[in-house]
Nanobody, 123 residues
């Protein structure tokens, strides 16, 4: 089992940047592929980005490609989401996700979730 704790959310103006962090504890971090998902008010949770166990492969939703970067540090048990050129439509609760058997690109493949961190982008 793994416990995930996100941090780094907040209020930012459109065009600004934030870096989300996710600290993992429990089972060996490198045993999990990791991802970030988000959920806006009244909407379903959606995929944002994911990264393979070694960090070699990354995947992004079309809506964030070129603006967001996912990375991980297996020595520190951390995964990050760097978000640049933020837009009001990026406003959501952002969730860290861990998946043991596949790189997560959908909620159904996630084994563990963090509690979420709120990101608000003002226009």
């Amino acid at each position: 089992q793994v416990t995930l704790v996100e941090s780094g959310g907040g209020l930012v103006q459109a065009g600004g940047s934030l870096r989300l962090s996710c600290a993992a504890s429990g089972r060996t971090f490198s045993s999990y592929a990791m991802g970030w998902f988000r959920q806006a008010p009244g909407k379903e949770r959606e995929f944002v980005a994911s990264i393979s166990w070694s960090g070699h492969d990354t995947y992004y939703a079309d809506s964030v490609k070129g603006r967001f970067t996912i990375s991980r540090d297996n020595a520190k048990n951390m995964v990050y989401l760097r978000m640049n050129n933020l837009k009001p439509e990026d406003t959501a609760d952002y969730y860290c996700a861990a998946a043991e058997w596949t790189v997560p690109k959908g909620s159904g493949s996630v084994d563990y979730w963090g509690q979420g961190t709120q990101v608000t982008v003002s226009s």
